[in-house]
C-alpha cells in the first residue's frame, strides 16, 4: 500500500532518507508527526487531515491587526503563532505616532512572511505590489490543511472557481481566503468553497463541485437521486439529514488521492 491512514507517532520505514514533510526521525526510523494521509511513494510524507497554519517564509497570508504598539502591528496569522509587521516594513514611510492611521485593530491585509526565527518570531512585510490593506469584498476560513485541494494540481481548482464563479479569489497559505465581485457570485463562491472544505477527503470532488456549480447556476440545486430520496424520506419524518446522505458518496481510498493530489 502506497498510502494510508496514520497517527502521530506511527512508523512509517526503516529508510530515514525518504523522510519529507508531516515526518520525524528517531532511532533510525521514520514516523509521523501527525494525523494524516501518509504518501509512501519515492519519499515519505504525510498531509495533516486538520490543523493550525505553521508560517513559513515566502508564505502569502491574510492577516486581521490585533495590536498597535510602538514600532509593530500585531497581526492574527490563524496560527499558535502571532505576526509582526514592523512599521519599516509598511509600503511608506510614516512616523510611530501615525501607525493607528494607516492601519489599526480590526483591519485585514495581506502580508507576506518575511521570515520565521528559530523561536518562531514571525516577521511579515506589506513592502511588495501584490501585499495590500484589505478594504472591500468578503474574507472566509477554511482549514489550513485544505488550502492545497482548494489551489488544485497546478490551480486547476481555482481557476475553475474564478471561471464559474466570476469572482476574483485570493487564497492566503493561512486558510483565509478573500473575494471580490457581484454579492450573487460571492454567495456562489462562498458555497462552492464552503463544499470542498467539507469534503475534499472524498474521492471526485473536482466533478462534484464542477456538477454544483452548474446545478446552482441554473437552479437546479437537487443532489443526486439517492440524496433526493433520503431528503424525501426525511420529509417524512420532520427531519434534516442531508448531510448523512452527502457521506454516502465516501468511498474507501478516495481520501488518499484527493488529499494528496495524484490519483
Partial sequence: MEKKLVIPGEFLSDDVTLADEGTYVEDGK??????????????????????????????MIIGVITEVSFSNWIVDIRSPYEGLLHISEFPRRIESQDMSRYLTVGDSIMALVRDVDANMKVELTLNDQRLRQ????RIIEVTPSKVP?????????????????????FIGQNGRIWMTGKDKDLDLAVKAIS?????????????????????????????????????????????????????????????????????
Fill in 30 to 59: 521514520v514516523f509521523s508527526s501527525v494525523f494524516g494521509i501518509a504518501s509512501l511513494k519515492n519519499h515519505i510524507r504525510v498531509v495533516p487531515l486538520s490543523g493550525k497554519y505553521i508560517p513559513i517564509p515566502g508564505d
Fill in 134 to 137: 484589505i478594504k472591500e469584498g
Fill in 149 to 169: 485541494r482548494l489551489i488544485g494540481r497546478s490551480g486547476s481548482m481555482i481557476a475553475m472557481l474564478k471561471n464559474e464563479t466570476n469572482c476574483n479569489i
Fill in 195 to 263: 463544499k470542498i472544505d467539507r469534503e475534499s477527503h472524498i474521492s471526485g470532488l473536482t466533478d462534484r463541485i464542477i456538477k454544483f456549480l452548474k446545478e446552482e447556476k441554473s437552479g437546479q440545486v437537487k443532489e443526486p437521486e439517492k440524496e433526493a430520496k433520503k431528503e424525501i424520506k426525511t420529509e417524512e419524518h420532520g427531519k434534516e439529514e442531508k448531510s448523512e446522505a452527502e457521506h454516502e458518496e465516501e468511498k474507501p481510498g478516495g481520501i488518499l488521492d484527493e488529499l494528496l493530489g495524484d490519483k
